[in-house]
């Protein structure tokens, strides 16, 4: 295994694991179904608490309403004229044992049937509230035997109460099927909320998700192919907007990784040339040692700066390969005179003699030195005076051209400033300078 497929690998590996966990799992479709047939139940069982209160408070009150007609009948008749069959088809039809009813302070018992041995519950229908209500209501329906219930309520013709006892058994049967008819119509209410409400969310929110994570599942098995970078549908709505900083990104970080393979290539390619420039330079070092020793003080004095070029040439060639083998050694620091670092600059370069139309100025206070690898610092004032010196060498119609090094001591460090008067970084380039190898203002730059 290589290392250039190894992040390929792992982002696959971890693409299946994404895919086997969502598949052990319930998806987000069957999530939102789910809860939502949580909350049209829950709204169902809050209206069926409440209808079933309201059905049995409307079978007492039909009860109480049929004793309100039988009792007009047997007040309106005189005491004990009304015949037994009569009164016992009234109660039939009433649906109670007896009927009494409560006027100026006086009960009277208008019709019996049966009289019971106790009241197994009272209800009170002038004075029900739901907190009452619910509880008897649920108490009727999972009665396991007959009960008796004693029913008061408003009497007719100004009558302070009229009394009715009769079965439970009635009303239960009542309010079992109005049970069975809402659990019903709440089944298929729900089936049809959940049905409409799921389409809904499919096509507004899941089916949009579901496209999202697909992509970034299919993305994330091979992030450099654009193919798989998502179109982003431009809807308004957050998931809209969404795909659109997705896609910003995913080309984006193609864009990066492209960057990063080429400037792995670039690297592997320079540690290559610098290994053979390594060898090349030492051979003329040999030569420029000869030069050294020769009998012309001129030619000593230039092959000595020659051999101290090819030193910092092969010392740089070293850290390179260094530094692709990601071993860069950590920087030699020592006090530097800051004066000879500018001469040697300006030798290097050829600045400050007659024959060039650069001119090289300094202002650096005498004996200023500065700690810090002199390799790195010379490397680093090179660089830009080069970049000046080439800058202006392509204006011939520049007036005066020069570079100045500027040094000064501010509290515990030195600040350096190296400033020419050429024309300077175009302003598209200067966002992107900090970039390595993306940008040049030059052929060959």
Not at 66 to 73: E, F, Y
Not at 179 to 197: N, R, T
Not at 313 to 325: D, E, H, N, V, W
Request: hydrophobic share 50%.
């Amino acid at each position: 295994m290589t290392a250039d497929n190894a992040p390929s690998l792992a982002q696959t590996a971890a693409a299946k694991q994404a895919n086997t966990a969502v598949a052990r799992g319930l998806g987000l479709s069957a999530r939102v179904v789910m809860l939502i047939l949580a909350f049209v139940i829950l709204a169902e069982a809050l209206i069926y608490v409440s209808a079933l209160s309201a059905a049995r408070l409307a079978f007492l009150k039909d009860r109480i309403a049929a004793a309100h007609t039988a009792a007009l009948v047997f007040t309106a008749s005189p005491q004990d004229m009304v015949p037994e069959a009569l009164a016992m088809e009234i109660l039939d039809s009433v649906g109670s044992k007896t009927i009494a009813i409560k006027i100026h302070g006086t009960k009277r018992l208008l019709a019996v049937a049966q009289m019971p041995e106790k009241i197994d519950e009272s209800v009170d229908l002038m004075d029900d509230s739901v907190v009452t209500a619910i509880p008897a209501a649920f108490r009727t329906l999972f009665a396991r035997q007959n009960r008796i219930l004693n029913v008061k309520g408003p009497a007719p013709m100004g009558g302070d109460f009229i009394e009715i006892v009769l079965d439970e058994a009635p009303l239960q049967r009542a309010l079992r099927a109005t049970s069975v008819s809402i659990l019903v119509a709440s089944v298929l209410l729900s089936a049809l909320i959940a049905s409409l409400a799921a389409l809904a969310l499919h096509l507004m929110v899941l089916k949009p998700i579901r496209r999202l994570t697909t992509n970034v599942m299919e993305f994330a098995r091979n992030p450099e192919d654009l193919a798989r970078v998502i179109r982003p549908s431009g809807a308004s709505h957050e998931i809209g907007q969404a795909e659109g900083a997705l896609a910003s990104m995913q080309t984006a970080l193609i864009h990066e990784l492209h960057q990063k393979k080429h400037l792995a290539a670039l690297g592997l390619a320079v540690a290559k040339i610098n290994h053979d420039l390594r060898n090349m330079l030492a051979t003329a070092q040999l030569f420029s040692d000869r030069l050294a020793q020769a009998k012309d003080a001129t030619a000593r004095t230039i092959g000595a700066k020659l051999i101290v070029t090819l030193d910092r040439a092969i010392g740089f060639c070293q850290s390179t390969l260094a530094y692709g083998r990601s071993k860069e050694p950590q920087p030699q620091r020592q006090w530097v005179d800051v004066a000879l670092l500018a001469q040697d600059t300006a030798e290097a370069l050829g600045l400050g003699h007659g024959q060039n139309r650069i001119s090289w100025q300094t202002d650096i206070p005498p004996g200023l030195k500065v700690y810090a690898d002199p390799e790195h610092l010379q490397r680093i004032l090179l660089n830009l005076a080069r970049n000046s010196v080439q800058a202006m060498a392509e204006t011939p119609d520049l007036a005066n051209p020069a570079i100045s090094l500027q040094a000064r001591l501010h509290s515990d460090a030195v600040v350096l400033r190296l400033r020419d008067n050429g024309p300077g970084i175009p302003a598209h380039l200067r966002g992107h300078l900090f970039q390595a190898f993306t940008i040049t203002a030059r052929t060959g730059g």
